[in-house]
């Protein structure tokens, strides 16, 4: 539940490694002090961007040097960072960086971060974000840590600052298991796959056109290319380099003049993967209480495949060793962990083979490892047939995104996106109009206005963009967006309708019903996470008897005092129309329950049948040592997503707890995150996140007890007609 998607993709273009940031666990712990520095310049460090870092030797916490991160409303990006790489060449449990920090008008966020990498990008990031460690501090020390993940290859660290104000961070300390990383012992050697450079530098597979049984074979060649990667024991083994043996096969299927003749290739091709010996003991069928099991009812189909290799699957099926070697689970949440799926950085692109092993890749990882895909809501052999020819024929890399994009958003799961490729995306720009839009009655509407815009007015309707029609633009763009509902979708065009060339454009709206024409233009703006909640204070007394706290800026440490604050109240707002800062199912749920609430269940991956998902029950709320006892109005919209979402159900369980507001994201559950050829990466929602009695949240979201939606109207004379509604509800008796 964790989502850390937009910083994790910028420090992921801000992390490079270079020689100079690269350093040695044995020796790195001498310049974490900064006190190797000689000039204002920091050297050994990447530092970004330009103008915002250097080393400071008037103001340190020990000895005579720290580094100072300084930003003004002018500073590019959206953040300042400096960064120190190391391989991951030693084992333990937890790596964990400590520092002290001194603050100074720091209007965003400060802290310590750190990531790990594997082959194919970002493996965890944990940034202090959830901590909201901003204003102005003293020296203190603060510390993150983080589980070493089996894959990981390099780890990043270091400092950074969002928004703007002045950070110095010194005497920085790297420690495994509590203990200086020098001292951590040597990893073992791991599995690596088989050495095999046939197609490094590409398929040399060009297609321009593709007959009705070339994507027929091809459909099959990805099922059984698929089941045989998560089954046979060859490859559960790691014995072969299967995206190159897909490779090479391709133009035999292509080749192949009927589907008889492509299945006596196929059966040619599993035979030169060696025997597989019967099982003893064998893998048991999935049994219990199954959300899903395995979709293989294909493998019996002699209509599809031919009697023989029918048989083989078959046999491959029932003899199978319950191993996996493209897949773990994560110990410490249960979602799938993708291995050995490399990014290929290095293709240039068209690259028609290239371009179906990423439709392969990701189709087979649909069927087999996320919990979701039944409620997607899709035809799975239709998407594949559809998409073979929009993948194996994408003209460039752009055409290839964009079908990318298309394909993924099939998956309805707003986890799921084209993450380091959103810039491809349309609309293509850095700039977008000022304005902050939000979607009403199915119209891109003014939400909110920044102070120095007087062209723009909440409750403006947009109507058109240079001449043309916003419905036409939202049509022709809506493929591209990936969402697990309908809201989740307008909530991301609306952050991303305006963009395009910075400059001049026009833009006409709808105003009190008149069409107004606005001389505008699409100026550079910062990105952020959206929220709807009230701007001001975390915490405050609407009245006597209505208190209102947001979980866009809550820090656990400050919850007593805030129920303290509402101990008198008739009910409290607990306003989710964001993404929270800290996280409260149980440390606030502890204020608000009675005895231990459960509130979720869960479905996990089984190694050993790929594609079948068994129930587990969650957590419970536990009930702390102080009670709440007023009502309780839970507040959300699209805004919510994953960890509010998960948030809403806790608290929803609570006694005299109700949820206001409309349709929520959809999207619960611990991302699985996997690269596609062209060092593109992408997500899925790893887990599935159901209520205790099983119902689903996946695409529903959580689904309001009492709808209560802003109006254009009530947008324009400045009104939270959501909060309203929650006020009116405690008020009443």
């Not at 799938?336 to 799926?341: D, N, S």
């Not at 996990?604 to 006892?629: E, K």
Request: glycine residues 6%.
């Amino acid at each position: 539940m964790k989502t850390v998607l937009l910083l994790a993709v910028l420090l992921a273009f801000n992390s490079p490694v270079t020689a100079q940031s690269t350093g040695s666990r044995a020796t790195i712990q001498q310049s974490l002090g900064f006190e190797d520095q000689t000039t204002t310049a920091l050297t050994g460090w990447h530092s970004n961007p330009p103008g915002t870092v250097t080393a400071d030797n008037t103001i340190a916490h020990s000895g005579r040097w720290s580094v100072r991160l300084q930003r003004d409303a002018q500073s590019a990006d959206n953040f300042s960072v400096i960064t120190r790489t190391i391989p991951v060449a030693f084992q333990g449990h937890t790596v964990e960086l400590r520092g002290y920090l001194k603050l100074q008008d720091v209007a965003g966020n400060a802290g310590l971060w750190i990531r790990q990498d594997g082959d194919d990008g970002i493996l965890s990031l944990e940034n202090m974000q959830s901590q909201q460690i901003a204003g102005t501090r003293d020296w203190a020390q603060y510390r993150i840590a983080v589980p070493i993940q089996p894959q990981a290859q390099q780890l990043f660290f270091g400092v950074l600052v969002t928004g703007t104000g002045t950070l110095w961070a010194d005497d920085l300390e790297l420690l495994v298991d509590g203990k200086p990383i020098a001292d951590a012992p040597d990893a073992p050697p791991r599995q690596e796959m088989p050495a095999d450079h046939e197609f490094d530098v590409g398929s040399h597979i060009v297609l321009k056109t593709l007959t009705p049984t070339q994507i027929t074979n091809l459909a099959t060649l990805a099922r059984v290319w698929g089941m045989l990667k998560y089954h046979h024991p060859t490859l559960t083994s790691g014995q072969r380099q299967w995206d190159y043996e897909l490779l090479r096969i391709l133009p035999v299927i292509l080749a192949a003049p009927d589907h008889a003749h492509a299945n006596a290739a196929l059966l040619a091709w599993i035979d030169k993967l060696g025997s597989v010996p019967p099982c003893n003991p064998c893998v048991p069928a999935p049994t219990g209480e199954f959300n899903l099991k395995p979709s293989l009812d294909w493998i019996h189909n002699r209509n599809l495949l031919s009697a023989p290799l029918s048989s083989r699957l078959e046999s491959i099926y029932t003899n199978r060793t319950g191993k996996q070697f493209y897949v773990s689970i994560v110990s410490e949440t249960g979602n799938p962990r993708f291995e050995h799926e490399p990014s290929y950085p290095q293709i240039t692109f068209p690259d028609s083979g290239y371009q179906l092993l990423a439709l392969f890749r990701w189709w087979n990882i649909l069927q087999y490892w996320a919990p979701d895909r039944d409620v997607a809501g899709q035809d799975w052999s239709a998407v594949l047939a559809d998409f073979i020819p929009k993948l194996a024929l994408a003209k460039d890399k752009t055409a290839y995104q964009l079908a990318l994009f298309e394909l993924i958003a099939k998956a309805n799961d707003t986890h799921a996106n084209l993450w380091n490729s959103l810039d491809s995306r349309p609309p293509v720009g850095e700039c977008s109009l000022s304005p902050t839009f939000r979607f009403i009655d199915n119209k891109p509407v003014v939400f909110r206005v920044d102070s120095a815009d007087t062209a723009f007015r909440p409750g403006d309707i947009l109507d058109s963009l240079n001449g043309a029609p916003v419905a036409s633009l939202i049509e022709q763009w809506a493929p591209y967006y990936a969402a697990s509902n309908e809201a989740a979708r307008q909530r991301d065009l609306a952050s991303h309708l305006t963009g395009g060339v910075c400059g001049p454009i026009a833009v006409t709206v709808i105003r009190s019903g008149h069409l107004l024409h606005i001389p505008a233009k699409r100026i550079a703006v910062k990105q952020s996470l959206g929220t709807h909640d009230q701007p001001g204070d975390t915490f405050r007394l609407l009245s006597p008897q209505v208190a209102y706290l947001k979980l866009s800026s809550i820090k656990a440490a400050d919850l007593p005092s805030y129920f303290d604050q509402a101990k008198n109240t008739n009910g409290i707002i607990v306003d989710i129309r964001n993404y929270p800062s800290a996280f409260m199912p149980f440390a606030m749920g502890a204020y608000l329950a009675t005895s231990p609430t459960p509130f979720v269940a869960f479905t996990f991956a089984d190694l050993a049948n790929p594609g079948a998902f068994s129930f587990g029950d969650g957590p419970r709320v536990q009930p702390g040592p102080i009670h709440f006892g007023g009502k309780v109005v839970i507040l959300v919209d699209e805004t919510s997503v994953s960890q509010a979402e998960y948030t809403a159900m806790a608290l929803r369980a609570m006694p005299n707890a109700i949820v206001v507001g409309s349709t929520t994201s959809g999207a619960d559950g611990n991302v699985s995150s996997f690269s596609l050829p062209g060092r593109l990466t992408t997500m899925i929602s790893g887990l599935g996140v159901f209520y205790p009695d099983h119902r689903p949240t996946q695409r529903v979201g959580i689904v309001p007890d009492i709808v209560s939606k802003p109006t254009i109207q009530g947008i324009a004379a400045g009104r939270d007609e959501v909060l309203e509604t929650a006020v009116h509800l405690i008020d009443s008796k």
